[in-house]
Protein backbone atom coordinates (compact mmCIF):
# COMPACT_ATOMS: atom_id res chain seq x y z
CA UNK A 1 0.00 0.00 0.00
CA UNK A 2 1.80 3.56 -0.52
CA UNK A 3 1.37 6.09 1.25
CA UNK A 4 0.71 9.70 1.33
CA UNK A 5 3.04 12.75 1.70
CA UNK A 6 1.56 15.06 4.28
CA UNK A 7 -2.16 15.86 2.65
CA UNK A 8 -0.42 16.72 -0.84
CA UNK A 9 -2.49 14.21 -2.59
CA UNK A 10 0.43 12.15 -3.38
CA UNK A 11 1.23 8.64 -3.20
CA UNK A 12 4.35 6.92 -2.58
CA UNK A 13 5.88 3.87 -2.25
CA UNK A 14 6.00 3.64 1.39
CA UNK A 15 9.92 2.97 1.72
CA UNK A 16 11.92 6.47 0.42
CA UNK A 17 16.00 6.27 -0.01
CA UNK A 18 18.23 8.78 2.21
CA UNK A 19 20.30 9.98 -0.66
CA UNK A 20 23.28 11.55 1.97
CA UNK A 21 25.66 8.44 1.55
CA UNK A 22 26.29 8.61 -2.12
CA UNK A 23 27.94 12.62 -1.44
CA UNK A 24 29.26 13.10 1.73
CA UNK A 25 33.16 11.31 3.23
CA UNK A 26 32.98 7.93 1.66
CA UNK A 27 31.36 8.40 -1.49
CA UNK A 28 30.82 6.45 -4.12
CA UNK A 29 32.37 7.56 -7.66
CA UNK A 30 29.79 9.13 -9.53
CA UNK A 31 28.65 6.61 -12.18
CA UNK A 32 28.23 3.90 -9.06
CA UNK A 33 26.04 6.68 -7.38
CA UNK A 34 23.91 7.03 -10.33
CA UNK A 35 23.42 2.96 -10.03
CA UNK A 36 22.44 3.55 -6.66
CA UNK A 37 19.17 5.72 -7.81
CA UNK A 38 18.31 3.90 -10.24
CA UNK A 39 18.77 0.61 -8.40
CA UNK A 40 16.31 2.46 -6.05
CA UNK A 41 13.75 3.64 -8.29
CA UNK A 42 14.02 0.84 -10.03
CA UNK A 43 12.74 -1.52 -7.16
CA UNK A 44 9.76 0.68 -6.36
CA UNK A 45 11.13 3.71 -4.41
CA UNK A 46 9.55 7.18 -5.47
CA UNK A 47 10.66 9.54 -2.54
CA UNK A 48 13.87 10.74 -2.39
CA UNK A 49 15.53 12.70 0.43
CA UNK A 50 18.44 14.87 -0.64
CA UNK A 51 19.73 18.02 0.31
CA UNK A 52 21.64 21.11 -1.09
CA UNK A 53 24.53 20.54 1.83
CA UNK A 54 24.86 16.63 1.05
CA UNK A 55 28.32 17.21 -0.63
CA UNK A 56 32.35 17.45 0.63
CA UNK A 57 32.36 21.21 1.90
CA UNK A 58 31.04 24.05 0.55
CA UNK A 59 32.89 24.17 -3.18
CA UNK A 60 30.67 20.87 -3.51
CA UNK A 61 27.18 22.59 -2.78
CA UNK A 62 24.56 20.81 -4.72
CA UNK A 63 26.51 17.00 -5.69
CA UNK A 64 23.89 15.08 -4.27
CA UNK A 65 21.02 17.04 -6.39
CA UNK A 66 23.39 17.11 -9.02
CA UNK A 67 23.01 13.39 -9.09
CA UNK A 68 19.73 13.32 -9.18
CA UNK A 69 19.02 15.51 -12.04
CA UNK A 70 21.69 13.50 -13.44
CA UNK A 71 20.05 9.33 -12.69
CA UNK A 72 16.47 11.40 -13.84
CA UNK A 73 17.89 12.34 -17.25
CA UNK A 74 18.33 8.58 -17.46
CA UNK A 75 15.18 7.58 -16.12
CA UNK A 76 12.85 10.15 -16.83
CA UNK A 77 9.45 9.35 -14.97
CA UNK A 78 6.77 11.93 -13.16
CA UNK A 79 6.47 9.19 -10.18
CA UNK A 80 9.75 10.39 -8.77
CA UNK A 81 9.13 12.90 -5.92
CA UNK A 82 12.05 14.65 -4.65
CA UNK A 83 12.66 16.46 -1.56
CA UNK A 84 15.41 18.44 -0.65
CA UNK A 85 16.74 20.85 2.08
CA UNK A 86 17.78 24.43 2.82
CA UNK A 87 19.08 26.31 5.91
CA UNK A 88 22.62 24.97 6.42
CA UNK A 89 26.17 25.35 5.21
CA UNK A 90 29.12 23.14 4.90
CA UNK A 91 32.53 25.56 5.52
CA UNK A 92 35.35 22.78 5.60
CA UNK A 93 33.30 20.04 5.94
CA UNK A 94 31.59 21.11 8.92
CA UNK A 95 27.91 21.80 9.36
CA UNK A 96 26.78 25.09 10.16
CA UNK A 97 23.17 26.67 10.43
CA UNK A 98 22.81 29.55 8.17
CA UNK A 99 18.57 29.62 7.85
CA UNK A 100 18.45 33.48 7.47
CA UNK A 101 15.49 34.23 4.48
CA UNK A 102 17.91 35.38 2.10
CA UNK A 103 20.29 32.66 2.64
CA UNK A 104 17.33 30.13 2.05
CA UNK A 105 15.93 32.50 -1.14
CA UNK A 106 19.43 31.64 -2.77
CA UNK A 107 19.57 28.16 -1.51
CA UNK A 108 16.72 27.28 -3.11
CA UNK A 109 17.63 29.41 -6.61
CA UNK A 110 20.95 26.87 -6.38
CA UNK A 111 18.62 23.77 -5.61
CA UNK A 112 16.32 24.56 -8.47
CA UNK A 113 19.16 25.00 -10.68
CA UNK A 114 20.70 21.63 -9.49
CA UNK A 115 18.10 19.45 -9.65
CA UNK A 116 17.27 20.91 -13.26
CA UNK A 117 13.60 22.11 -11.70
CA UNK A 118 11.39 25.23 -12.40
CA UNK A 119 9.37 24.28 -9.03
CA UNK A 120 10.68 21.49 -6.39
CA UNK A 121 7.98 18.68 -5.15
CA UNK A 122 8.94 19.37 -1.04
CA UNK A 123 11.52 22.08 0.47
CA UNK A 124 12.57 21.36 4.15
CA UNK A 125 13.53 23.94 6.13
CA UNK A 126 16.99 21.95 7.63
CA UNK A 127 16.98 22.93 10.95
CA UNK A 128 16.14 25.67 12.83
CA UNK A 129 18.76 28.20 13.02
CA UNK A 130 19.72 29.74 16.50
CA UNK A 131 20.38 32.74 15.21
CA UNK A 132 17.14 33.01 13.66
CA UNK A 133 13.47 33.82 14.62
CA UNK A 134 12.02 30.47 13.41
CA UNK A 135 8.94 32.60 11.82
CA UNK A 136 11.45 34.06 9.81
CA UNK A 137 13.16 31.12 7.95
CA UNK A 138 9.45 29.50 7.30
CA UNK A 139 8.42 32.92 6.10
CA UNK A 140 10.94 32.72 3.08
CA UNK A 141 9.78 29.06 2.33
CA UNK A 142 6.49 30.35 2.69
CA UNK A 143 7.58 32.86 0.18
CA UNK A 144 9.02 30.78 -2.06
CA UNK A 145 5.76 28.98 -2.15
CA UNK A 146 3.90 31.71 -3.09
CA UNK A 147 6.07 32.01 -6.18
CA UNK A 148 5.74 28.49 -7.34
CA UNK A 149 9.48 27.83 -6.43
CA UNK A 150 8.48 25.01 -4.09
CA UNK A 151 5.34 23.23 -3.66
CA UNK A 152 5.20 21.78 -0.39
CA UNK A 153 6.99 22.64 2.88
CA UNK A 154 9.01 20.19 5.47
CA UNK A 155 10.81 21.04 8.32
CA UNK A 156 13.05 18.93 10.17
CA UNK A 157 15.64 18.37 13.79
CA UNK A 158 12.30 20.72 15.20
CA UNK A 159 10.52 20.38 18.70
CA UNK A 160 6.93 19.50 19.70
CA UNK A 161 7.05 22.90 20.45
CA UNK A 162 8.62 24.23 17.05
CA UNK A 163 6.00 21.89 15.23
CA UNK A 164 2.72 23.51 16.57
CA UNK A 165 4.56 26.99 15.73
CA UNK A 166 4.82 26.19 11.99
CA UNK A 167 1.96 24.96 12.09
CA UNK A 168 0.28 28.05 13.15
CA UNK A 169 2.12 30.00 10.33
CA UNK A 170 1.70 27.57 7.15
CA UNK A 171 0.62 24.31 6.04
CA UNK A 172 3.49 21.88 7.06
CA UNK A 173 3.38 18.69 4.88
CA UNK A 174 6.51 16.41 6.65
CA UNK A 175 8.68 16.27 10.08
CA UNK A 176 12.70 14.96 9.66
CA UNK A 177 13.71 14.12 12.74
CA UNK A 178 15.76 11.35 13.59
CA UNK A 179 14.19 8.23 14.75
CA UNK A 180 15.81 4.46 15.01
CA UNK A 181 15.31 1.56 17.55
CA UNK A 182 18.11 3.90 19.64
CA UNK A 183 16.82 7.05 19.02
CA UNK A 184 12.80 6.28 19.93
CA UNK A 185 11.61 10.05 21.27
CA UNK A 186 9.51 10.83 18.35
CA UNK A 187 7.82 7.34 18.65
CA UNK A 188 6.64 7.71 22.25
CA UNK A 189 3.96 9.01 23.67
CA UNK A 190 3.23 12.94 23.09
CA UNK A 191 6.40 12.62 20.82
CA UNK A 192 6.39 14.25 17.42
CA UNK A 193 4.52 11.37 15.57
CA UNK A 194 1.87 11.75 17.50
CA UNK A 195 1.08 15.29 16.06
CA UNK A 196 2.03 13.77 12.19
CA UNK A 197 -0.93 11.42 13.21
CA UNK A 198 -3.26 14.51 14.24
CA UNK A 199 -2.20 17.37 11.58
CA UNK A 200 -2.22 14.55 8.52
CA UNK A 201 1.66 15.03 8.34
CA UNK A 202 4.41 12.37 7.06
CA UNK A 203 7.10 11.68 9.41
CA UNK A 204 10.38 11.00 7.66
CA UNK A 205 12.42 9.04 10.00
CA UNK A 206 16.30 9.86 9.49
CA UNK A 207 19.12 7.65 10.41
CA UNK A 208 16.75 5.02 10.09
CA UNK A 209 18.93 2.31 10.83
CA UNK A 210 21.55 3.61 13.16
CA UNK A 211 23.03 6.37 10.87
CA UNK A 212 25.98 6.33 9.33
CA UNK A 213 28.57 5.98 12.60
CA UNK A 214 25.83 3.56 14.28
CA UNK A 215 24.18 1.42 11.19
CA UNK A 216 26.52 -1.37 12.18
CA UNK A 217 25.55 -1.56 15.86
CA UNK A 218 21.80 -2.61 14.92
CA UNK A 219 23.28 -6.07 13.06
CA UNK A 220 24.98 -7.25 16.34
CA UNK A 221 21.98 -6.63 18.16
CA UNK A 222 20.80 -9.49 19.74
CA UNK A 223 16.73 -9.09 20.05
CA UNK A 224 17.31 -7.56 16.31
CA UNK A 225 19.32 -10.39 14.95
CA UNK A 226 16.78 -13.03 16.84
CA UNK A 227 13.15 -11.25 15.03
CA UNK A 228 15.29 -11.00 12.24
CA UNK A 229 15.87 -14.55 11.90
CA UNK A 230 12.79 -15.88 12.78
CA UNK A 231 11.14 -13.12 9.53
CA UNK A 232 14.35 -14.81 7.18
CA UNK A 233 15.55 -11.04 6.96
CA UNK A 234 18.13 -8.97 8.33
CA UNK A 235 18.07 -6.72 11.23
CA UNK A 236 18.46 -3.86 8.89
CA UNK A 237 15.22 -4.88 7.10
CA UNK A 238 13.41 -5.28 10.69
CA UNK A 239 14.29 -1.83 11.78
CA UNK A 240 12.72 -0.56 8.38
CA UNK A 241 9.31 -2.99 9.12
CA UNK A 242 9.14 -1.76 12.95
CA UNK A 243 9.38 2.11 11.54
CA UNK A 244 6.80 1.06 8.80
CA UNK A 245 4.72 -0.81 11.50
CA UNK A 246 4.49 2.62 13.62
CA UNK A 247 1.83 4.58 11.78
CA UNK A 248 1.07 4.81 7.70
CA UNK A 249 2.17 8.36 8.36
CA UNK A 250 5.70 7.48 8.79
CA UNK A 251 8.11 6.33 5.22
CA UNK A 252 11.20 5.64 6.05
CA UNK A 253 13.93 7.14 4.83
CA UNK A 254 17.23 4.76 4.52
CA UNK A 255 20.24 5.33 3.57
CA UNK A 256 22.27 3.24 1.05
CA UNK A 257 25.68 3.86 -1.18
CA UNK A 258 25.13 0.72 -3.23
CA UNK A 259 22.34 -0.38 -4.73
CA UNK A 260 21.86 -3.70 -2.28
CA UNK A 261 21.23 -1.33 0.30
CA UNK A 262 18.39 -0.20 -1.45
CA UNK A 263 17.03 -3.03 -2.67
CA UNK A 264 17.27 -4.93 0.71
CA UNK A 265 15.41 -1.52 2.48
CA UNK A 266 12.88 -1.86 -0.10
CA UNK A 267 12.06 -6.04 0.74
CA UNK A 268 11.40 -4.73 4.25
CA UNK A 269 7.78 -3.77 3.20
CA UNK A 270 6.86 -7.68 2.99
CA UNK A 271 8.13 -8.23 6.80
CA UNK A 272 4.99 -7.80 9.16
CA UNK A 273 6.27 -8.16 12.48
CA UNK A 274 4.31 -9.76 15.27
CA UNK A 275 2.49 -7.02 17.93
CA UNK A 276 4.76 -8.51 20.60
CA UNK A 277 8.12 -8.07 18.33
CA UNK A 278 7.48 -4.61 17.64
CA UNK A 279 7.42 -4.33 21.32
CA UNK A 280 10.28 -5.77 21.95
CA UNK A 281 12.43 -3.46 19.48
CA UNK A 282 9.83 -0.58 20.94
CA UNK A 283 11.33 -1.08 24.24
CA UNK A 284 15.05 -1.02 23.47
CA UNK A 285 16.95 1.72 24.98
CA UNK A 286 17.52 5.14 23.94
CA UNK A 287 21.01 6.33 23.54
N1 LIG B 1 17.51 16.08 8.33
C1 LIG B 1 18.70 15.76 8.80
O1 LIG B 1 19.33 16.52 9.58
C2 LIG B 1 19.32 14.47 8.38
C3 LIG B 1 20.43 13.96 9.06
C4 LIG B 1 20.95 12.73 8.63
C5 LIG B 1 20.37 12.05 7.58
N2 LIG B 1 19.29 12.58 6.93
C6 LIG B 1 18.63 11.87 5.82
O2 LIG B 1 18.23 10.61 6.28
C7 LIG B 1 18.76 9.58 5.44
C8 LIG B 1 19.02 8.33 6.25
O3 LIG B 1 20.04 8.56 7.21
P1 LIG B 1 21.53 8.00 7.04
O4 LIG B 1 21.80 7.72 5.60
O5 LIG B 1 22.42 8.94 7.74
O6 LIG B 1 21.53 6.69 7.92
P2 LIG B 1 20.82 5.26 7.77
O7 LIG B 1 19.55 5.36 7.04
O8 LIG B 1 20.80 4.74 9.15
O9 LIG B 1 21.82 4.41 6.86
C9 LIG B 1 23.17 4.21 7.25
C10 LIG B 1 23.81 3.16 6.37
O10 LIG B 1 23.20 1.91 6.63
C11 LIG B 1 23.35 1.08 5.51
N3 LIG B 1 22.05 0.44 5.20
C12 LIG B 1 20.84 1.03 5.13
N4 LIG B 1 19.89 0.13 4.83
C13 LIG B 1 20.52 -1.06 4.69
C14 LIG B 1 20.09 -2.38 4.37
N5 LIG B 1 18.79 -2.65 4.12
N6 LIG B 1 21.02 -3.36 4.33
C15 LIG B 1 22.32 -3.11 4.57
N7 LIG B 1 22.79 -1.87 4.88
C16 LIG B 1 21.92 -0.87 4.93
C17 LIG B 1 23.80 1.93 4.32
O11 LIG B 1 25.11 1.51 4.03
P3 LIG B 1 25.82 1.64 2.59
O12 LIG B 1 26.21 3.08 2.53
O13 LIG B 1 26.97 0.71 2.71
O14 LIG B 1 24.86 1.29 1.51
C18 LIG B 1 23.67 3.35 4.87
O15 LIG B 1 24.65 4.22 4.37
C19 LIG B 1 20.02 10.24 4.86
O16 LIG B 1 20.51 9.55 3.72
C20 LIG B 1 19.52 11.63 4.60
O17 LIG B 1 18.76 11.66 3.40
C21 LIG B 1 18.75 13.76 7.33
Known sequence: MKREIGKTGVFVFPVGLGAMPLSIQNRPDEVSAVRVLRAAWDAGIQFVDTANVYCLNDDD???????IKE???????????????????????????????HSLKCACE???????????????LHAPDPGVPFAD?????????????????????????????????????TIQNRANPFWQKDYRAAGV????????????????????????????????IRIAKKHEATPYQVVIAWHLAQSPRVIPIPGASRPESIRSSVKAREIILEPTEIDVISALQDV
Open 71 to 101: ALEQRPGPEIYIGTKGGLQRPGGRWTNDARP
Open 193 to 224: VELCIAHSMTFLPYSTVGGQNHHHDMTSHEAL
Open 110 to 124: RSLKDLGMDSIFLYQ
Open 61 to 67: IGHNERL
Open 137 to 173: SLGALIDLKREGKIQHIGISNVTNEQVIEALHLTRIE
